[in-house]
């Protein structure tokens, strides 16, 4: 799944979303790209547990075209 970001503008943040997405699931692959604001999660679990985890962190993915 993939998520838009605005608010990821930098490594740290990158970070602190990883931190939050782990959280959510520990054997979860995360890629974070700061420069497109984008995240990849892959992960067996539904979006939205994911979703909530960022809007929790201060990361709130936009919502889709």
Do not use: K, W, Y
Not at 7 to 30: H, K
Not at 53 to 65: I, K, Q, W, Y
């Amino acid at each position: 799944m993939r998520f838009h970001i605005p608010a990821m503008t930098c490594g740290g943040c990158a970070s602190s979303v990883t931190r939050a997405l782990l959280n959510v699931d520990p054997q979860a692959r995360i890629q974070t790209d700061p420069a497109r604001r984008e995240v990849l999660i892959d992960s067996a679990l539904h979006s939205d547990a994911f979703g909530a985890a960022l809007d929790e962190a201060g990361f709130p993915p936009a919502e889709p075209d």
